[in-house]
Nanobody, 119 residues
Framework: QVQLVESGGGLVQPGGSLRLSCAAS????????MGWYRQAPGKQRELVAT???????NYADSVKGRFTISRDNAKNTVYLQMNSLKPEDTAVYYC?????????????WGQGTQVTVSS
């Protein structure tokens, strides 16, 4: 199986920055898509950004120009640099990976890390 461990969340003032990291480990053959989703209280989980193994990137319109996703394929790690944070960015952020193991392809999720933007 695959484990995703996130780090980097916390409390930040509006306009501030945070960097999230997510490392995948386990019996991994390959990882195609990796990315970040978020869920605010009372709302559905939504896409923030995804990146393919080849580097193709997709962002939610609400974060374009402020967030940057990147990945290190050698370390099976994905990052999310979040700048110019707004109160509406407050949510639990979940790491996602579409990985292939000895049991075949599957989607995996991290446990979530809280990001709170408040003065």
């Amino acid at each position: 199986q695959v484990q995703l461990v996130e780090s980097g969340g916390g409390l930040v003032q509006p306009g501030g920055s945070l960097r999230l990291s997510c490392a995948a480990s386990g019996s991994i053959f390959s990882i195609n898509n990796m990315g970040w989703y978020r869920q605010a209280p009372g709302k559905q989980r939504e896409l923030v950004a995804t990146i393919t193994k080849g580097g193709r990137i997709n962002y939610a319109d609400s974060v374009k120009g402020r967030f940057t996703i990147s990945r290190d394929n050698a370390k099976n790690t994905v990052y999310l640099q979040m700048n110019s944070l707004k109160p509406e960015d407050t949510a639990v952020y979940y790491c996602y990976a579409a990985a292939s193991t000895g049991w075949g392809p599957n989607d995996y999720w991290g446990q979530g890390t809280q990001v709170t933007v408040s003065s």
